[in-house]
């Protein structure tokens, strides 16, 4: 499963229903809030998203503390006391420029483990955070 951090709908298509599949699902329904990832150390790993990837910290209370990209509604829920998943997360992000965004991830020291691959669908490249987890990011 794989989510995607943004939302690309018209104002106009609001409260109509759009094709998805077979049927039509409301474009008002529920939407994300947060997504949780597990981490080891919530104070490293909240330093990794603000410092290195560039997120907000959105809040911050012990045991509930979320980051965001700018101007996203969606949150991470850095989520501590579990053991992290290893490999690819499921998680997808999207950037105007995967080239651009693999070279500032590379200056701020984080690990890439597939570097910008274009593909027949897309344009992506992963990183992982300091737990291993794995993130993607899609070229808009």
Request: charged share 30%.
């Amino acid at each position: 499963m794989q989510l995607i951090l943004s939302e690309r709908s018209s104002p106009g298509q609001l409260g109509r229903t759009q094709p998805y599949g077979g049927g039509a699902i409301a474009s008002t329904m529920l939407k994300f809030e947060t997504v949780a990832v597990v981490v080891r150390d919530e104070k490293k790993a909240t330093k990794f998203w603000k410092d290195k990837v560039g997120f907000r910290v959105v809040t911050s209370w012990p045991h509930w503390v979320t980051v965001a990209p700018r101007g996203s509604n969606v949150r991470l829920h850095l989520c501590p006391d579990s053991r992290p998943e290893k490999g690819n997360t499921g998680y997808l992000f999207s950037t105007a420029d995967a080239a651009k965004e693999e070279a500032r991830l590379r200056k701020n020291g984080v690990k890439i483990s597939q570097p910008v691959k274009k593909e027949e669908w897309g344009t992506t490249l992963r990183f992982l955070d300091p737990d291993g987890n794995e993130f993607q990011v899609i070229e808009d």
